[in-house]
């Protein structure tokens, strides 16, 4: 990959901030990282993205910050085959349909910090150890239409939710992680956040 | 100056004939705001510059199964709808046979009741589209579909549940399928701003005979008209 793309926040509650994922994403990713924040994310156009082997989006509330013409950059990336990892709160994306279409998955909500269990699944379960990670969950259901392929689950109270989950997007893939990244739960997520990696590079998922 | 339009559907003979007169009643509904520059049954190999040259494209059980998501004309034809362009989809939603242009759209065919006569309602929310519609009988095909709940849509037309009387006038009597939905509506047309481009779903008009109701064609040609962004 030659350089990704980290929308996030900066001017937010501290776990939701973008630092932590700026400073770990370049040795996790093995490339230069640029960082986009929320005096940029009503700027994008699809001219300035498109190039990035990689976007990961993780604001902290993409619903004030975040622009129509934004969205349909990202929309346009995945469209002509970019590869896309939200993450945590970035889930969240108010009435950004041409994002939300593009996580073939419905939020739900998110729940309070909390330690969490994230078990592999499917392809990952022979390759992957548990992750245990003190973070924010999200919940989501999945899209009517487009399949993912489950790659971890965690479990709250009663009921089994997907974790990280990927698929194809026309010419593009995308990745959902349904924890927030933050200073104190990305060093746990780096099996997550290859797993992802590979996906989108190889359509593999390794350890 | 008219806008242009693209009509395509599928020619042979099938559930829905093209060619026996439908093809006319569409272009004479669409006609005071659009030339319908090309009418043809084949779109596959149409590039993103091809769709450019029209201000709408028109589908009309357009042959859409066996295309994947990942194929140029759908990647092209979801650049042209998020970069502005207009679509409409006609009675049957074949975009819903891909998953991408089943969320985009926005619905995919899940079952259909025996041709019947229905009682279509307005949603009343004031859209511009819904200026002068009266709700109206009609007897028709009326698909129930899988909808896309992410999308920021607005309903046009629905059905309501008729507390599960038999249709008396259908050729065969039989229980109202959408009693499953107890008195919620079935949405049989929507509209829908996605990224720059417009789209309108409209189920009713499974044949010519539907296409001259005079409410559907008046219903019709102001989706036509928002699709031009005339209203």
Redesign the interface.
């Given at each position: 990959m030659n350089k990704a793309l980290l929308i996030g926040s900066r001017n937010c509650v501290p776990y939701l901030s973008m630092d932590a994922a700026e400073k770990a994403l370049p040795g996790i990713l093995g490339c230069a990282v640029d960082a986009c924040d929320e005096t940029e994310h009503g700027n994008l156009n699809y001219g300035k993205i498109k190039d990035y082997g990689m976007i990961v989006f993780m604001p902290a509330s993409w619903r004030e910050t975040g622009s129509?013409a934004s969205?349909?950059a990202v929309?346009?990336y995945v469209?002509?085959g970019g590869n896309l990892l939200i993450a945590g709160n970035g889930l969240d994306m108010g009435?950004a349909?041409?994002l939300?279409?593009i996580t073939?998955c419905?939020h739900q909500g998110s729940s309070y910090y909390t330690e969490l269990d994230l078990e592999p699944a499917g392809r990952m379960a022979e390759s992957c150890d548990r992750i245990t990670v003190r973070t924010v969950p999200h919940f989501v259901k999945p899209?009517?239409?487009?399949?993912s392929e489950v790659f971890m689950t965690f479990r709250y109270g009663n009921a089994e939710y997907p974790a990280l989950f990927a698929h194809?997007?026309?010419?593009g893939k995308a990745a959902c992680l349904t924890v927030d990244l933050t200073t104190e739960s990305i060093g746990a997520l780096v099996p997550a956040i290859k797993a992802a990696v590979d996906f989108f590079e190889s359509g593999q998922v390794a350890k | 100056m008219k806008k242009k339009a693209f009509l395509c559907s599928s020619f042979g003979p099938g559930f829905h004939p093209f060619l026996t007169g439908t093809d006319k009643e569409i272009v004479s509904i669409f006609s005071n705001t659009y030339d319908f520059v090309k009418i043809t049954d084949s779109f596959k190999d149409m590039t993103l510059s091809d769709m450019k040259e029209y201000d709408c494209l028109m589908f009309y059980s357009a042959p859409f199964w066996g295309l994947k998501?990942?194929s140029d004309i759908?990647?092209n034809l979801?650049?042209y709808i998020?970069?502005g362009g207009s679509v409409i989809i006609l009675h049957i939603i074949s975009t819903?046979a891909i998953?991408?242009t089943?969320?985009?759209i926005g619905g995919?065919f899940r079952m259909h009741p025996p041709f019947n006569r229905y009682r279509l309602e307005p949603a009343g929310n004031g859209h511009p589209i819904l200026e002068g519609i009266e709700p109206f009988e009609l007897e028709d095909e009326m698909h129930q579909v899988?909808?896309?709940?992410?999308?920021?849509r607005t309903l046009l037309l629905t059905i309501k549940n008729d507390n599960g009387r038999p249709h008396e006038t259908g050729p065969v009597p039989h229980q109202d399928i959408y009693a499953k939905n107890s008195g919620n509506g079935v949405d049989l047309a929507w509209c829908?701003e996605?990224?720059?481009g417009r789209i309108v779903y409209a189920c009713p008009g499974h044949n010519a005979e539907d296409y001259r109701h005079p409410m559907l064609r008046k219903f019709l040609r102001n989706c036509g008209r928002w699709l031009a962004r005339e209203i």
């Amino acid at each position: 990959m030659n350089k990704a793309l980290l929308i996030g926040s900066r001017n937010c509650v501290p776990y939701l901030s973008m630092d932590a994922a700026e400073k770990a994403l370049p040795g996790i990713l093995g490339c230069a990282v640029d960082a986009c924040d929320e005096t940029e994310h009503g700027n994008l156009n699809y001219g300035k993205i498109k190039d990035y082997g990689m976007i990961v989006f993780m604001p902290a509330s993409w619903r004030e910050t975040g622009s129509a013409a934004s969205a349909q950059a990202v929309f346009r990336y995945v469209l002509h085959g970019g590869n896309l990892l939200i993450a945590g709160n970035g889930l969240d994306m108010g009435n950004a349909q041409e994002l939300k279409v593009i996580t073939a998955c419905v939020h739900q909500g998110s729940s309070y910090y909390t330690e969490l269990d994230l078990e592999p699944a499917g392809r990952m379960a022979e390759s992957c150890d548990r992750i245990t990670v003190r973070t924010v969950p999200h919940f989501v259901k999945p899209d009517v239409f487009k399949q993912s392929e489950v790659f971890m689950t965690f479990r709250y109270g009663n009921a089994e939710y997907p974790a990280l989950f990927a698929h194809t997007w026309s010419k593009g893939k995308a990745a959902c992680l349904t924890v927030d990244l933050t200073t104190e739960s990305i060093g746990a997520l780096v099996p997550a956040i290859k797993a992802a990696v590979d996906f989108f590079e190889s359509g593999q998922v390794a350890k | 100056m008219k806008k242009k339009a693209f009509l395509c559907s599928s020619f042979g003979p099938g559930f829905h004939p093209f060619l026996t007169g439908t093809d006319k009643e569409i272009v004479s509904i669409f006609s005071n705001t659009y030339d319908f520059v090309k009418i043809t049954d084949s779109f596959k190999d149409m590039t993103l510059s091809d769709m450019k040259e029209y201000d709408c494209l028109m589908f009309y059980s357009a042959p859409f199964w066996g295309l994947k998501g990942d194929s140029d004309i759908v990647a092209n034809l979801l650049e042209y709808i998020v970069t502005g362009g207009s679509v409409i989809i006609l009675h049957i939603i074949s975009t819903g046979a891909i998953p991408e242009t089943a969320q985009v759209i926005g619905g995919a065919f899940r079952m259909h009741p025996p041709f019947n006569r229905y009682r279509l309602e307005p949603a009343g929310n004031g859209h511009p589209i819904l200026e002068g519609i009266e709700p109206f009988e009609l007897e028709d095909e009326m698909h129930q579909v899988y909808t896309e709940e992410v999308l920021n849509r607005t309903l046009l037309l629905t059905i309501k549940n008729d507390n599960g009387r038999p249709h008396e006038t259908g050729p065969v009597p039989h229980q109202d399928i959408y009693a499953k939905n107890s008195g919620n509506g079935v949405d049989l047309a929507w509209c829908n701003e996605f990224g720059e481009g417009r789209i309108v779903y409209a189920c009713p008009g499974h044949n010519a005979e539907d296409y001259r109701h005079p409410m559907l064609r008046k219903f019709l040609r102001n989706c036509g008209r928002w699709l031009a962004r005339e209203i």
